[in-house]
């Protein structure tokens, strides 16, 4: 069982900066892919970021060269920069881990939320015009 514990949400203008953490309970390299996603109100939760164990990352069009995936192994940490925030960004944002197996591997690049293993509790992040 793994349990991931997000921080760093917040309120912020439009234009600003955020860093989100996770904190997993458990060692995730080489065990877990690992990722964000996102779910504002009324919408469905959506795929963000995503990162494996060789740190080769996937990202939602919609945050490319904005935001940036990364983590710390030695501190079982994940993290997200969220640079150039948009109103839009509003959100909760959770982390999520899967399986590292050959048949999950999809998830990378899919960032199927059905496919996901196991969630955080989620931060919140509003941005304001």
């Known amino acids: 069982q793994v349990q991931l514990v997000e921080s760093g949400g917040g309120s912020v203008q439009a234009g600003g900066s955020l860093r989100l953490s996770c904190v997993s309970s458990?060692?995730?390299?080489?065990?877990?892919?690992l990722g964000w996603f996102r779910q504002a109100p009324g919408k469905e939760r959506e795929g963000v970021a995503t990162?494996?164990?060789?740190?080769?990352?996937n990202y939602a069009d919609s945050v490319k060269g904005r935001f940036a995936i990364s983590r710390d192994n030695a501190k079982n940490t994940l993290y997200l920069q969220l640079n150039s925030l948009k109103p839009e960004d509003s959100a909760t944002y959770y982390c999520?881990?899967?399986?590292?197996?050959?048949?999950?591997?999809?998830?990378?690049?899919?960032?199927?939320?059905?496919?996901?293993?196991?969630w955080g509790q989620g931060t919140q992040v509003t941005v304001s015009s």
């Open positions: 999520a881990a899967t399986w590292r197996t050959l048949r999950r591997r999809a998830w990378l690049t899919t960032m199927s939320a059905r496919m996901t293993d196991y």
């Open positions: 990162i494996d164990s060789d740190d080769s990352t």
């Open positions: 458990v060692s995730t390299y080489n065990n877990y892919y």
